[in-house]
């Protein structure tokens, strides 16, 4: 599992409120990124980041803000939840190895906005 | 920006038989393709990736083809067997391979059912 956790993994809200999901590596990789999932779209990338403080957006980051304080946890705050962004969060790391850069993916987490 | 398009959105096979999943992309200045595979409430997992300096490649039942000029991709299953059953997505991305990060731009995905 590349040692990427998220949390919660589930939660569920109401329109308006905030909300921050939280990704957490344990091997220091530098580059981390947050997708969202959704029937029929596959996934789209929200934002990015390439090292503590340096983050970056996506295809989809309309709604979302990122922060990197540390190189281990990547956050994601929706500042007010709507239900357009009901859906399945997923945080990746780009793990370089043996000449090969691969991304791996957390386990997700799914939000439910009311 | 990338649009990676997949298609059949749903195939059905039989156990044994072989299924094929096809991904067309945009930018011609992508250069790697990862397959990825989603069971039910599981994450993405990498199967099979490829790169544009290689045309195929082949990890036991599983094969990869491009064609860059085409600007296509093909993911190649054999002796398909019940647990292949899953969703499966393709990527594209610009990946400079050195430690550089790249975003991935995902098809929509093939729900693949592999009956006995």
């Known amino acids: 599992d590349a040692g990427i956790t998220q949390s919660p993994r589930h939660k569920v809200t109401e329109t308006g409120t905030p909300v921050t999901l939280r990704c957490h590596q344990t091997?220091?990789?530098?580059?981390m990124y947050w997708y969202r999932q959704d029937p029929g779209h596959g996934l789209r990338l929200i934002h990015y980041?390439?090292?503590?403080?340096?983050?970056d957006k996506g295809e989809v980051s309309d709604g979302y803000s990122v922060s990197r304080s540390k190189t281990e946890d990547f956050l994601l705050t929706l500042e007010s939840a709507t239900s357009s962004q009901t859906s399945v969060y997923f945080c990746a790391i780009s793990v370089w190895a043996g000449g090969t850069d691969t991304q791996y993916f957390g386990p997700g987490t799914r939000l439910t906005v009311l | 920006g990338e649009n990676v398009e997949q298609h059949p959105s749903t195939l059905s096979v039989q156990e044994g038989d072989s299924a094929v999943i096809k991904c067309t992309y945009s930018?011609?200045?992508?250069?790697?393709f990862p397959w990825y595979k989603q069971e039910l409430g599981k994450r993405p997992q990498l199967i099979i990736d490829i790169r544009s300096n290689v045309g195929e490649k082949k990890d036991q039942r599983i094969a990869v083809t491009l064609n860059k000029t085409a600007k296509h991709f093909s993911l190649h299953i054999t002796e398909t067997q019940p647990e292949d059953s899953a969703v499966y997505f393709c990527a594209a991305s610009k990946n400079r391979g050195s430690n550089s990060g790249y975003a991935l731009n995902f098809g929509k995905g093939t729900s693949l059912l592999v009956t006995p």
């Open positions: 980041s390439y090292g503590v403080k340096d983050t």
């Open positions: 091997e220091n990789h530098r580059y």
């Open positions: 930018d011609s200045a992508s250069n790697y």
